[in-house]
């Protein structure tokens, strides 16, 4: 837990697998493929890890191994989420919380910038009108 009270997912490894399930190469070697096809094509990718058998162990492992990079954020929309980018630029590691703290969802996202993190066209608009309306009332008062 942070300072604020938002969940951090761990990168430490918790427990040795037992058995390992052979997913751990075959998931980075998706993701190197990934980055490829973005660098070449712009094409993004995101691996749902929830979906995917994993031994205990074995996502604790993964996460190790992509590492923490230099971008975080955390938001709060219908729970909190946490959203780190790993040492490869473009890679980012997407985890959605319950209000009780489970995680709900955990995504793997090769992209620029994962969607849940940009602005939508709507949100835009009303932020736009919003400053125009302050800025017209601001001059209307000098």
């Known amino acids: 837990m942070t300072a604020d009270g938002m969940p951090v997912p761990s990168f430490a490894a918790s427990a040795p697998c037992a058995p390992p399930t052979g997913n751990l190469g075959p998931l980075l070697h998706e993701i190197r493929h990934a980055l490829t096809r973005w660098l070449e094509q712009g094409t993004e990718h995101a691996i749902d890890l929830r979906s995917i058998p994993l031994a205990a162990g074995e996502e604790d492992s993964l996460l ?22 790993t040492r490869s630029p473009g890679v980012w590691l997407v985890t959605h919380y319950s209000e009780d703290e489970c995680i709900t969802g955990r995504f793997i996202e090769v992209c620029q910038v994962p969607a849940i993190l940009k602005s939508q066209t709507d949100d835009i608009r009303t932020g736009l009108e919003r400053l125009e309306e302050q800025l017209s009332n601001a001059e209307s008062t000098v």
């Open 64 to 85: 190790e191994q992509l590492g923490e990079g230099e971008v975080s954020a955390r938001l709060s929309i219908m729970g909190p989420s946490v959203i780190i980018e």
